[in-house]
């Protein structure tokens, strides 16, 4: 069965995004040395995530850049009804969607962006691994990358990595 791993950078008070899904604050943030990124995506076949991280992950393309040319990407959204080229757009369960695709032959999937995709796949104990990279920057308000959730789930620390201002966590589901 394939993992399920969430990759993705946090401010220091706990926001994935600013309260208008921007994303600049993270690229001021210093970081130098080896960046884990490159070795994460090696292990990534497809990558999951809702249509307003769509639209920001596009914005920050630089010009010719390809949106993450080696893998299948997937965009869950309510209001896109169609593929947008070789991006598969669907609507529905995330979680029943993901258990049917982790059962398909395959590397890891990614989970980029926000709660409403990566709440109800915590909740059903479905992420594997999780590599949260904590910027040192108090955004005061925005959107949580952990909303509230119905129980408490435990993990089990895995490592740390500093890259520059950067800190990385990293912890993986207890398997019972």
Do not use: C
């Not at 209001?79 to 982790?102: A, E, F, M, P, S």
């Amino acid at each position: 069965m394939r993992k399920i791993a969430f990759y993705g950078a946090i401010s220091l008070d706990g926001f994935l995004a600013d309260k208008n899904d921007n994303l600049d604050w993270l690229f001021n943030t210093y970081t130098e040395g080896e960046i884990t990124y490159d070795k994460f995506i090696e292990t990534v076949d497809t990558v999951v995530m809702g249509r307003v991280t769509y639209e920001e992950v596009l914005k920050l393309l630089k010009e010719n850049e390809e949106f993450y040319p080696n893998q299948e990407k997937i965009i869950f959204s309510n209001t896109l009804k169609n593929d947008i080229g070789d991006v598969k757009v669907v609507q529905g369960n995330v979680v029943d969607y993901l258990n049917k695709l982790r059962q398909k032959e395959g590397k890891t999937i990614w989970i980029i962006g926000g709660s409403a995709i990566l709440k109800p796949l915590v909740e059903a104990n479905m992420v594997d691994d999780y590599y949260i990279q904590i910027a040192p920057i108090l955004l005061g308000d925005g959107k949580r990358l952990f909303e509230k959730m119905s129980h408490p789930t435990n993990l089990k620390y895995m490592g740390t990595s500093q890259m520059g201002d950067l800190v990385e966590v990293r912890y993986s589901k207890i398997r019972l």
